[in-house]
C-alpha cells in the first residue's frame, strides 16, 4: 500500500471510531429520555437544551472523580481490564462495511466472532482481579451466559453463511436487494435478537447485576474512569449488535440514509425491551440456550445446507 491509502485507512478508522463513541453517549441519553417516558417522566433535561449536553457532563463527573481500588486487588489486571474491554469493542467496529476504503476483509464474520468471544476474558479478568466474591460471582454468572449464547448466535450466523456462501459482511447486503432475511428466515431473526439481548448482558437477561448478593455484578468493585470504560464498551456492544442485526435482516445497504434510520430502530428495541420486561430467572435463561435456541439452529442449520445442495444439483 501507499503512503497516501496508510493514512487514508488511519484518517477513517479514528473517525469510525469517534462516530462510535459519540453515537454511544447519545445512546445513552436515549436511552434515559426513553425509560423516562416509559415511567411517566422527563429524563435528562437540565444540562443544555432537552439535556442534549447530559451525556458529556457524566463523561466529565466520572474521568474526573478519584479512582479507588480494592487493597488486595490485583492491581494491573484490574487497572487493564476495562481498557481492554473497551478497546475489544471498538476493534469489532473495525469490520464494519465502510464507505470510503474497506477494512471489509472477506473474513469479516469470523473477526466479529472472534473479537467478541474475546470480550469474555475482560469480564472474567475484571471479576477475579478485584479479588471480590461478590464480583468474582457476578464474572462467573456473566461468563458463563456470554459463552453459552455465544453458541447459539453462531450457530444462527451458520445458516445465513449457507445461504450467501462468504464470510464476507458486505455480501449480506448484495443477497438483500429484492427481499430482507426477516421475511425468509423471521424464527432466526427473533432468536438472534434473543440472543444478542443475552449476549450484551442487558434486561431481561442481566443477571450479573440482578440479584441483591451480586450487588452490581463484576464491575462491583470499579469507581471513576474504570467504571465509565466498562460503561462505554457495553453500549459500543450494544451499537455493533444492532448494526449487525441491520446488515443481517433488514437489507443494509450502508449507502443509504436509511441505514442509520434502522440503526437508531434497533437500538432503540434494546432500551424498549428494557423498559417494558421484567427479568427472567437464571436457570430459565440457561435452559432457554440449551433446550431451544441450540436444537432449533441445528435444524434450521441443516435445513438450509440441504437446500442449499438442492438449488445446486438440480437448478443450478
Known sequence: MMMKDVVLVFISSLILLICVLVGVAFLTLMERKVLGY????????????????????????????????PWMS????????????????????????????????????????????????????AGWASNSNYALLGGIRSVAQT??????????????????????????????????????????????????????NRTPFDFAEGESELVSGFNVEYSSGGFALIFLAEYSSILFMSMM????????????????????????IWVWVRGTLPRYRYDKLMYLCWKSFLPVALNFLIFFMGLKLFLFYFLI
Not at 477494512?103 to 472472534?114: E, I, P, Q, S, T
Not at 442485526?245 to 432503540?268: E, Q, R
Open 147 to 200: 459463552i453459552s449464547y455465544e453458541v447459539s448466535l453462531a450457530l444462527i450466523l451458520l445458516s445465513f453463511l449457507y445461504l450467501i456462501l462468504s464470510l464476507n459482511i458486505f455480501d449480506f447486503m448484495k443477497y438483500q436487494e429484492v427481499v430482507w432475511f426477516i421475511f425468509l428466515c423471521l424464527p432466526l431473526g427473533m432468536m438472534w435478537l434473543v440472543s444478542s439481548l443475552a449476549e450484551t
Open 245 to 268: 442485526c441491520v446488515m443481517l435482516f433488514l437489507g443494509g445497504n450502508v449507502f443509504h440514509y436509511m441505514f442509520f434510520i434502522k440503526l437508531v430502530f434497533m437500538s432503540f
Open 74 to 125: 490485583n492491581f494491573y489486571m484490574y487497572y487493564m481490564s476495562p481498557v481492554f474491554s473497551l478497546f475489544l469493542s471498538l476493534l469489532l467496529w473495525m469490520c464494519m462495511p465502510f464507505l470510503t476504503f474497506m477494512f471489509n476483509f472477506n473474513l469479516g464474520v469470523l473477526y466479529f466472532l472472534c473479537c467478541s468471544s474475546l470480550g469474555v476474558y475482560t469480564i472474567m479478568i
Open 38 to 69: 416509559i415511567q411517566i417522566r422527563k429524563g435528562p433535561n437540565k444540562v443544555g437544551m432537552m439535556g442534549i449536553l447530559q451525556p458529556f457532563s457524566d463523561a466529565i463527573k466520572l474521568f474526573t472523580k478519584e479512582q479507588t481500588y
